[in-house]
Nanobody
Framework: QVQLVESGGGLVQTGGSLRLSCAASGRTFSSWSVGWFRQAPGKEREVVGAVSWSVVRTYYADAVKGRFTISRDNAKNTVYLQMNSLKPEDTANYYC?????????????????WGQGTQVTVSS
């Protein structure tokens, strides 16, 4: 059974940093692509970024490019989202999700399992 658990959210000031973790269960974790999404109150869920199973492909939304970095440790079944230079508009609930695709990782329809989310709040 596939389970994804996010952690690392919290309250941070503008310009600060946080590192989110997505811990996954499943024996074939190394063959999954993993994406990070976020949803702010009253807004639609949007993609933040994603990493393919082979780490050959990474994708970042324009809003976070240059500030956020996704990495993965297959030995620990964990994917990380390092967030630097945080802005108030980054405030949202952040989710990780699994995909068996290697391309089109920005499309939420390509993801089949989702975590419960972790809240990130950036104060101005």
């Amino acid at each position: 059974q596939v389970q994804l658990v996010e952690s690392g959210g919290g309250l941070v000031q503008t310009g600060g940093s946080l590192r989110l973790s997505c811990a996954a269960s499943g024996r074939t974790f190394s063959s999954w692509s993993v994406g990070w999404f976020r949803q702010a109150p009253g807004k639609e869920r949007e993609v933040v970024g994603a990493v393919s199973w082979s780490v050959v492909r990474t994708y970042y939304a324009d809003a976070v490019k240059g500030r956020f970095t996704i990495s993965r440790d297959n030995a620990k079944n964990t994917v990380y989202l390092q967030m630097n230079s945080l802005k108030p508009e980054d405030t949202a609930n952040y989710y990780c999700a699994r995909s068996l695709a290697i391309a089109s990782l920005s499309k939420s329809a390509n993801y089949d399992y989702w975590g419960q989310g972790t809240q990130v709040t950036v104060s101005s």
